[in-house]
């Protein structure tokens, strides 16, 4: 099988089939095969990816990555517009996981800006809080702005996506209302350079 969509579509796929199915790749068309995913199959990796392995912080930023260093992942949303975007994580200058969300839009939704934690639900995870903005960013990247005024309150406010693993250089996530409520967006992401 040469498709990504085909084969999470399959009725009895498992999650070390997607992932060794992806970890095959070269990693340019892993980038393409998951940029390609629509909805519905963002959907069935959610789920298949339900008893995944666990995530840490250093998954999206290495523990020894320099301050204000940038770690880009491609990403594609379930929404029906504008799906194409990067989620960029940096470690600030005390060693906490933040990013923003790098798209075309941007200059009317808002940079997007987040703090990274733990899923304090699930250990598994990890849990992008958009109720948290960092203090700096790396240069020549937008002014941080807050997530509750418009209008990114109506994209981001209140929101909190939480990540799942799939392979060493994807996961995919769902968002979620204070990290409580499930809310029907899903988006897959590719690490932009492999590890």
Request: charged share 25%; proline share 8%; glycine share 4%.
């Amino acid at each position: 099988m040469s498709d990504l969509s085909e084969l999470i579509s399959s009725k009895d796929v498992t999650l070390a089939a997607i992932t060794d199915f992806l970890e095959k790749m070269d990693h340019p068309e892993r980038i393409e095969q998951v940029v390609a995913l629509n909805k519905e199959r963002q959907i069935r990796l959610w789920e298949i990816a339900e008893e995944s392995k666990s995530l840490t912080l250093d998954y999206l930023v290495p523990g020894d990555a320099k301050p204000l260093v940038p770690y880009p992942f491609e990403g594609k949303n379930s929404l029906p517009l504008f799906t194409r975007f990067q989620k960029v994580f940096y470690r600030d200058n005390n060693n906490d996981i933040c990013g923003y969300n790098k798209q075309t839009m941007m200059w009317f939704t808002g940079p997007g800006y987040f703090m990274v934690q733990m899923n304090p639900k699930n250990e598994r995870e990890i849990q992008i809080d958009y109720t948290r903005i960092p203090s700096e960013h790396p240069p020549k990247w937008p002014e941080i702005k807050s997530n509750d005024i418009f209008p990114s309150r109506f994209i981001y406010g209140g929101t909190k996506d939480n990540l799942r693993w799939v392979s060493k250089d994807v996961v995919i996530g769902r968002a979620f209302r204070m990290g409580e409520v499930p809310m029907p967006n899903w988006f897959v992401l590719c690490r932009k350079q492999p590890i």
